[in-house]
């Protein structure tokens, strides 16, 4: 979360089920199913791009390639 704007801010994880995950649905023009890595007031919430400057195999992760699953307790 940017702590200025309020907006949610994407960042490298530092697992490396996600740097697998994200080869496969990049090359396989898949969807990656996961746990957004923090818990959302509002669930529909778009999940934001990463920083243009990051060159990182994640950032190519397209948002519209992810789908956020929450814990709705």
Known sequence: MNE???QLKRKASAG???TT???VVISGNGVC?????MHMENSNEPI????????TLIAAL???KVV??????
């Open 4 to 6: 200025i704007t309020g």
């Open 16 to 18: 490396g089920l996600i």
């Open 21 to 23: 995950v994200a080869r």
């Open 33 to 37: 199913v996961r746990w957004p890595g």
């Open 48 to 55: 934001p791009e990463s920083d243009p400057n990051d060159r």
């Open 62 to 64: 397209l948002s519209r």
């Open 68 to 73: 956020a699953v929450h814990d709705p307790h």
